[in-house]
């Protein structure tokens, strides 16, 4: 299974990006998805995820991101809205393929395959 991130880049505090992450080998359509992300100095952090066909978002993030899916592209999003200085990380794409408990959405070592990140700089 190979997970790809892209979308990443550069935006002023305020604005958007979109980011995407497709999956060769596997069907994601069942599968519990998530995006983390890794500020420098900092630890990997959640930011969002579905389980079970609900959402969950990290704290810092409600209201300004969207997680979503598309089976048929076999991909699913991540839209950030509002951004902020200090949403500056590399973000990451992962899958859980079935096995994911509730107390376990925000831990990355309950997710089995991760993209290779892709980077999200948002300045004052």
């Known amino acids: 299974v190979q997970l790809q991130a892209s979308g990443g880049g550069l935006v002023q505090a305020g604005g958007s990006l979109r980011l995407s992450c497709a999956a060769s080998?596997?069907?994601?359509?069942?599968?519990?998805i998530a995006w983390f992300r890794r500020a420098p100095g900092k630890e990997r952090e959640f930011v969002a995820a579905?389980?079970?066909?609900?959402?969950f978002y990290g704290d810092s993030v409600k209201g300004r991101f969207t997680i979503s899916r598309d089976n048929a592209r076999n991909e699913f999003h991540l839209q950030m809205n509002s951004l902020k200085p200090e949403d500056t990380a590399v973000y990451y794409c992962?899958?859980?393929?079935?096995?994911?408990?509730?107390?376990?959405?925000?831990?990355?070592?309950?997710?089995?395959?991760w993209g290779q990140g892709t980077q999200v700089t948002v300045s004052s």
């Open positions: 579905i389980w079970r066909s609900r959402t």
């Open positions: 080998g596997r069907t994601l359509s069942r599968d519990n």
């Open positions: 992962a899958v859980n393929p079935g096995t994911l408990i509730y107390s376990s959405i925000s831990t990355p070592r309950a997710y089995d395959y």
